[in-house]
T-cell receptor, first 114, second 116 residues
Framework: DAGITQSPRHKVTETGTPVTLRCHQTENHRYMYWYRQDPGHGLRLIHYSYGVKDTDKGEVSDGYSVSRSKTEDFLLTLESATSSQTSVYFC?????????????FGQGTRLTVV | AQKVTQAQTEISVVEKEDVTLDCVYE???????LFWYKQPPSGELVFLIR??????QNEISGRYSWNFQKSTSSFNFTITASQVVDSAVYFCALSRIAGSARQLTFGSGTQLTVLP
């Protein structure tokens, strides 16, 4: 199994509070991604990173920010959580420039905003 | 823009039946990758297969087979002699080959239920 750890695994937070989710990898993969999964929508990309301090927006980036100061860590921050951000969040890694084009996923974080 | 469509939201079959999951995609790229992932009830996402757009050979792995047809932009997945353990949500996905934007674009998934 790819070495990807998401923390926390479950979180309940109140509307308006900031929340940070962490993704840690031990595979030294260049690319890291944050997706959210909602019923009827599959997985939608929030942000991704193609190197340290290199990030870009995905399809549903509003209300989210990311940071990657080290190869192994990719943080997702909800600046002011809203109920519409209740979802399951998945981190993924890949290394297409190193021949690993498929993405490997973490276990997911279930976030509930009340 | 890239798009993946899995028109079958839910499929239910009886054990030992064959079942095909459909995937249709849209892309302006001439080269790309296609993928299938499985999400069992436990929730993790499991990589099943990757296919390059320039390789149209069908692939078989045990009870699983994949039919890639570039002419119809389809990448269908067949499970032969289905088993209860095949019950899961299956996702088809697409990614670029060139450039920095290598993220996967997913379909909305097909929930497969295999009844004993």
């Amino acid at each position: 199994d790819a070495g990807i750890t998401q923390s926390p695994r479950h979180k309940v937070t109140e509307t308006g509070t900031p929340v940070t989710l962490r993704c840690h990898q031990t595979e030294n993969h260049r690319y890291m991604y944050w997706y959210r999964q909602d019923p009827g929508h599959g997985l939608r990309l929030i942000h991704y990173s193609y190197g340290v301090k290199d990030t870009d927006k995905g399809e549903v980036s509003d209300g989210y920010s990311v940071s990657r100061s080290k190869t192994e860590d990719f943080l997702l921050t909800l600046e002011s959580a809203t109920s519409s951000q209740t979802s399951v969040y998945f981190c993924a890694i890949s290394d297409p420039t190193g021949g690993i084009t498929e993405a490997f996923f973490g276990q997911g974080t279930r976030l509930t905003v009340v | 823009a890239q798009k993946v469509t899995q028109a079958q939201t839910e499929i239910s079959v009886v054990e030992k039946e064959d079942v095909t999951l459909d995937c249709v995609y849209e892309t302006r790229d001439t080269t790309y990758y296609l993928f299938w992932y499985k999400q069992p009830p436990s929730g993790e996402l499991v990589f099943l297969i990757r296919r390059n757009s320039f390789d149209e050979q069908n692939e078989i792995s045990g009870r699983y087979s994949w039919n890639f047809q570039k002419s119809t932009s389809s990448f269908n997945f067949t499970i032969t002699a289905s088993q209860v353990v095949d019950s899961a949500v299956y996702f088809c996905a697409l990614s670029r080959i060139a450039g920095s934007a290598r993220q996967l674009t997913f379909g909305s998934g097909t929930q497969l239920t295999v009844l004993p």
